[in-house]
């Protein structure tokens, strides 16, 4: 027996209950407990001096393996507006989108799957990257980082 939900919301958290009549047994039943939680997006500022390298992590509280399981991609944006820069399906090297003008050759994924940027430029103050990670067909984690650039 199973229990289908579509549209799930907040609102459908709570114990569920399946109940049914065997012979000669009698009743049986099962509960569990559901737990709908919203997505979040975890949020963060980063401080960089001009000309250096500016290295962003993917999820800060993931660890290096959950992220090799999982196809994710880095995006930047401004203004409403996101550019793919780099994905990376598991067990595949990863790959750049170079068609970039402010970024091009400039971006590259580190370790643990983070954001390299070298050198950072003026340009890249108030930009918003992100790291999408997709863990299940249905569900996104997502970490944005906004940039600050200060010069010397």
Known sequence: WSLH??????????QYE???????????????????KAEEEQHY???VQLNQTLEIP???DTTPENLS???LKWLVGENGRKEELVTKEPSCPAVYRNSSILYGQ???????????????????????????????PERVKKSSTIVRVFGK
Not at 5 to 14: A, C, P
Request: net charge positive; hydrophobic share 40%; with cysteine.
């Open 5 to 14: 939900l579509k549209n799930i919301t907040v609102s459908l958290s709570g």
């Open 18 to 36: 399946c109940t049914f009549a065997t012979y000669p047994q009698g009743t049986k039943a099962a509960k569990i407990q559901l737990i709908v």
């Open 45 to 47: 500022v980063k401080k």
């Open 58 to 60: 993917c999820l800060e």
């Open 69 to 71: 399981n999982y196809p």
């Open 106 to 136: 400039r971006v590259h994924l580190g370790l643990n799957n983070a954001l390299k940027i070298f050198p950072t430029k003026i340009t890249d103050d108030g930009k918003v990257f992100s790291c999408h990670v997709v863990y299940h």
